[in-house]
């Protein structure tokens, strides 16, 4: 269960770790950081964000010979509902209409999005 959002540079550690597909070693974890969102971590600055994320319940981590890795223990989905959700509940009062509204407003929707849109829309009468 998530209890805590994530920070920005933590965001940005699970993004890497979500879009591996599958556990990732710290040192594959560092590089990707550097080359996909030009952030130059250290090393120990990775540990203390796993030692962090680890304590949020959003990783585990566990050494295979010489290396570490790290094991997603929350998904991207499950992260993205429960941000919905509070960003629903806190700056729109619980109603997710507003929150569609304000989207809609700032952000212009393609026919196939609005497509799906509708389909969620009418799958959820049943």
Do not use: P
Not at 29 to 41: H, I, S
Not at 85 to 93: A, G, K, L, M, V
Not at 94 to 117: H, N, P, Q, T, V
């Amino acid at each position: 269960m998530i209890r805590e959002t994530l920070s920005n540079s933590e965001t940005y550690i699970m993004k890497v770790i979500w879009s591996s597909g599958e556990d990732i070693s710290v040192m594959d974890l560092v590089e990707e950081l550097r080359e996909r969102y030009e952030k130059d971590y250290q090393r120990s600055t990775i540990a203390t964000f796993l030692v962090r994320l680890s304590s949020k319940g959003f990783v585990s981590t566990y050494k295979r010979k010489k290396y570490a890795y790290v094991h997603a223990e929350v998904s991207e989905a499950e992260y993205k509902a429960y941000i919905a959700r509070n960003e629903t509940d806190f700056w729109f009062s619980g109603r997710a209409s507003e929150y569609f509204a304000a989207l809609c407003s700032s952000k212009e929707i393609s026919k196939d999005e609005i497509e799906r849109i509708r389909g969620m829309l009418d799958g959820m009468d049943d």
